[in-house]
């Protein structure tokens, strides 16, 4: 489906935070590459390293106390840890944007919508004013505002969740960007909205050949728009595939337990599962597997080795020594 070379390749990022308390590993070694028209989801709980991986590859992480200590981010074949903070800040918003997690927090709420349209319009185009004003309205128009031109004039708490929501997408998109980094763009939306969101994701992704990377805790949304899925435990990857891989034969422990905790219209299905316990401490992992705590499947080995991310069908990897064949030991209860 998508046979260009990628756009973006991410190679054993790690990015710790060196706090008072200890070291947090909040990205432990993670690798993906995207397409140019490719949709990769990133899936996991709160704390799994999904939005610093993401806040890794726009060079926003806060120095002190995070550093990216290991690894390549390169775009276009450029290793982007090597540009400086002015390179950077042509790259962010042109090339590679991002719509942030809440709206209402990014948006700046003593300017008016114009303001932040056209200044992140004029920070990246050659245009006059009055261009950068018409590239704004048209941006509106284009993720579905009504009324732009009077619109334009409103500040961030005039609009509701959704129309935020919406001129935070027409933000990112505002210089046509060639990735684009989408953190949980549809929480707290309801239903109708959500939808509208992903449609309009789809539409702007066909028109621009845009590589997304949707970073989700919600399964029902990767299965609407991702082509392949990460998902991410303790900040590492514990599987990664294609979309329909996934649904049809996920394997990790961690991967089928979020699957099972999805409500379903089954009559015969009694009651959501859980998994049990919580995310380890990223400033003290446990020895072995980071899952092992939780897992119900957990063996003698997983209490000391700590799985490599393992190549069981094509382009399936799952990082788990229940797949990795040296181990045949007896499960026991964690």
């Known amino acids: 489906m998508h046979t260009e070379s990628p756009i973006l390749q991410v190679e054993n990022l ?10 947090v ?27 610093m991986t993401a806040m890794s590859i726009m060079g926003l992480i806060p120095s002190p106390p995070g550093k990216i200590v290991e690894g390549e981010i390169r775009f276009k074949g450029e290793n982007l840890l090597t540009k400086t903070k002015k390179q950077m800040r042509n790259i962010r918003g042109k090339e590679i944007s991002m719509v942030f997690q809440d709206p209402m927090t990014s948006l700046n709420p003593v ?63 505002a210089c046509n960007p060639s990735v684009l980094i989408a953190d949980e763009p549809t929480t707290a939306l ?11 994701f789809k539409k702007m992704q066909n028109e621009l050949n845009m590589a997304i990377i949707m970073i989700t805790h919600d399964l029902g949304v990767v299965a609407e728009v991702c082509d392949r899925v990460m998902v991410m435990y303790a900040g590492k990857p514990v599987e990664y595939t294609e979309t329909n891989h996934l649904f049809d034969q996920g394997k990790h422990p961690y ?19 859980a998994i049990d316990g919580v995310p380890p401490d990223l400033r003290s992992l446990p020895k072995g597997c980071s899952f092992a705590p939780r897992c119900k499947h957990v063996m003698e080995a997983c209490l000391h080795i700590d799985p490599t991310l393992t190549e069981v069908n094509d382009h399936h990897f ?3 020594l229940l797949y990795e064949e040296t181990n045949s030991e007896k499960v026991v209860s964690p």
Do not use: W
Request: net charge positive; with cysteine.
């Open 14 to 23: 790690h990015t710790h935070f060196i706090t008072k308390a200890g070291i």
């Open 25 to 51: 590993k909040a990205v432990d070694g993670v690798d993906f590459d995207i397409k140019p028209g490719e949709t990769l989801g990133i899936v996991g709980e709160s704390g799994s390293g999904k939005s």
């Open 111 to 173: 300017f008016t919508i114009e303001k932040q349209l056209i200044e992140t319009i004029l920070a990246h185009e050659s245009f006059s004013k009055n261009q950068a004003r018409s590239r704004a309205l048209e941006l509106l128009h284009l993720v579905g505002i009504p009324d732009p031109k009077k619109r334009l004039k409103n500040y961030p708490h005039e609009f509701s969740g959704g129309m935020r929501q919406r001129v935070m997408i027409a933000i990112a998109l």
């Open 190 to 200: 309801d239903v109708t909205i959500q939808a509208q969101i992903l449609e309009l």
């Open 255 to 273: 991967t089928l337990g979020l699957m099972n905790s999805i409500p379903t219209i089954n009559k015969q299905k009694k009651k959501l599962e």
């Open 318 to 320: 799952v990082r788990c």
